[in-house]
């Protein structure tokens, strides 16, 4: 019982190092990596363009459900011109990042690490490596840059398109002021606020990623073996991602 | 690793739609301008003592029914007042220049207009014209220090007599 928990708990230390020496080594190939705009581009058409879509339609419909949510809460108050700073700050700090981050990992995240675990299973990692190419320069630095570009910028297009959607709702629908929704909504949103949620989006964008890219290299080199990697990388990005939400809001509110 | 016009023109787009989505963020949900109303309209005046928790962009409405907007909020150093400058559309345009003006608040906690009623006057507000009469936003400590006097100025009445 004792060695078997004592086991647990070494395994987990030794995940952790290796994740970390793994971006050690992500880092050091950035510079090169960098000089490749092209494998960066097409990484980023992965990881953002093509999760566009999903973004934009889950934003639409997270902000209409705060619309008739935030409506139905505030006005029992007989408050519901708050409508708008309420609902604003709720996407801009905390689902905007936090949902796009889980879509992210759903739908750009998995993608990734099938795309490597399969090159893992396929032995493409192997053949680049016999050919002295370093696959971390070619195969993950790009996709791992390309995830980390795309997150913050897929969370801003989440949280205005979610702000439409609570405006559709609050005031199309339900009647409240537009010019009341909108300058509340002006009067308590500050920049740091902003800034806030598109430092969130970094941070989860670098963890997702670097997950993503993780699970994708050490998947077991099997059809199996890439199923589990795709199953961890969904799972240890959403823990990690809520994890890491807590940790930056306790420091910056 | 083949990388196509398609989806460079793509990927291009998408990072340019996330930088306008970032600067829609910065620029229109904080404290920032937006031409609500845009010129159509007339400008009013009004001088208030305190204008509370008053927003630019907040309704200006006449029984109730919406008719402009504040358009912008400053502090004239030689009247010690906040001047409200109003944006009342154009299709009403036959407001009674004795009219007066006054800051209320819509429920409980909910934001601050400015409320409008009808003066008797058979001259109508043009472009630039001020209110006259005005009343201020109420403050909730004034109300509840009056009150307060209000009551010790009872007690002592009624000791005196």
Redesign the interface.
Known sequence: MYNTFKQMLLDAVAGFGAVALFLLRIFGQLPSALLRP??I??Q??NA??LS?VIIMICGLFVGMVLGLQGYDMLER??????LGSAA?LAL?KELGPVVAALLFAGRAGTALASEIGLMRATDQLVAMEIMAVDPFR?VVAPRFIGGV??L???T??F???G?FGVQLIGVQQLGV????F??????S???E??MQ??IKGCVFGVACSLIAVYEGYTAAPTAEGVGRATTRTVVNSAVITLILDYMITAVML | MQSSRATEVVTGAFVLFGFAALFFLVTQITNKELGIGSNDGYTLVANFENVGSLKVGAPVSMSGVTVGRVESISYDQDLYKAVVRIRINSKFNRIPNDSDASIMTAGLLGGQYIGVTAGGADQFFKDGGQFVIVQDALVLENLINKLAAGFAGNKTDSTGD
Do not use: C, K, N
């Open positions: 092209r494998l581009a097409s980023i058409h953002g363009a566009l108050f007989g408050s519901e011109s708050a604003a801009v070619y570009v795309a913050p910028l897929l801003m297009i949280i205005a398109i702000i002021d537009q010019g009341t909108w300058s509340q909504m002006r009067g949103v500050e920049v606020d902003v949620g598109l």
